[in-house]
């Protein structure tokens, strides 16, 4: 989500969704999504591609990557074959507590319409 909202200049997704905003206490996160999604479409933009690293030891995604990639598609609105969802671990990281850490990196391309 921050990828497609830097993507299109429009801040990060706390300007957006506040986490100390009551009213965004445990939202969907593929509702957030569609949010963004319609945000950066008002902007002027559609969605080229997206690609998106998963950096955790554990779980592993392996198993889940295609499912991950189809809802994500689907809440933006373009077909799964413009996303790439790939999982590594922190393997040799060797950060204290870095066995529990979860991480993403996401980049994003928008074409303007």
């Known amino acids: 989500m921050d990828a497609l909202l830097g993507a299109a200049g429009l801040g990060d997704l706390g300007t957006h969704f506040p986490s100390d905003d009551p009213a965004f206490a445990g939202a969907d996160s593929l509702g957030l999504m569609r949010q963004v999604a319609t945000l950066v479409s008002g902007a002027g933009y559609t969605v080229g591609s997206v ?63």
């Open 51 to 113: 690609d998106a690293t998963v950096i955790a030891q554990a779980p592993r995604l392996a198993p889940h990557v295609e499912a991950m990639r189809a809802k994500v598609a689907g809440a933006i609105g373009i077909d799964a074959r413009r996303v790439s969802v790939k999982a590594t671990t922190n393997d040799g990281i060797g950060a204290v507590g870095a066995e529990q850490a979860i991480a993403a990196i996401a980049t994003a391309l928008l074409e303007e319409r």
